[in-house]
């Protein structure tokens, strides 16, 4: 009884340890990507991608609206990177992936109440209140609406950059014609511009 006892603590720092780890290697790949670096932002898809997806399939969102969400979260992380706690950005994913779901699931669920008052059971009960809905929803066309004015190379980087898994340099560079040294900081610029675009 005894050695089983003492076992059980060793497991749970060992298991303490290996997240303390995973924290750390994440939380490098978020300052790494943060500074430009592509194969940092590529493996830091990779890594939380699954996270990503599972928290939208727990919504029971359809493919599409599932894809949708994910891409609108690593833009989201893509335009905050800077401003995201590298040791959080899990959870930072989790919660904004949520906040994307009851986004999409309360917009789902007006148009439905449009036709059929019930038809749109089973839905969690804690989506956000209708003037948050209408904003977030405003938000989301005013970032769609910044993304269409950038100019089409733009546009194709950053969606590009945005898929799952991200496109590698070299692909992104044959495709739309930039040198793999000037990805980077177009992104920066991109990224810039949008943020002037969504302040304005």
Do not use: N
Request: aromatic share 6%; net charge negative; hydrophobic share 45%.
């Amino acid at each position: 009884m005894m050695q089983q006892l003492s076992a059980e603590p060793g497991t749970d720092q060992e298991t303490a340890d290996d997240a303390a780890v995973v924290r750390s290697e994440a939380a490098t790949l978020v300052i790494q990507a943060a500074s430009g670096d592509q194969g940092a932002w590529s493996r830091l898809v990779d890594h939380y991608a699954r996270l990503v997806w599972a928290v939208t399939r727990s919504f029971r969102l359809s493919d599409s609206d599932a894809a949708d969400v994910s891409q609108m979260v690593w833009l989201r992380l893509l335009e905050h990177i800077h401003r995201v706690d590298p040791e959080r950005v899990g959870a930072w994913l989790v919660v904004t992936t949520r906040r994307e779901c009851l986004r999409v699931l309360a917009f789902r669920k007006r148009v439905l109440l449009t036709y059929e008052s019930a038809a749109f059971e089973g839905v969690p009960g804690d989506l956000p209140e209708l003037d948050a809905d209408l904003l977030a929803d405003e938000r989301a066309v005013d970032v769609r609406r910044a993304l269409e004015s950038l100019p089409d190379r733009w546009q194709q980087l950053l969606g590009m950059l945005m898929a799952d898994p991200p496109a590698p340099y070299a692909e992104i560079s044959a495709t739309i014609g930039i040198p793999i040294g000037s990805i980077g900081p177009i992104r920066g610029r991109c990224l810039e511009k949008l943020r002037l675009l969504l302040a304005s």
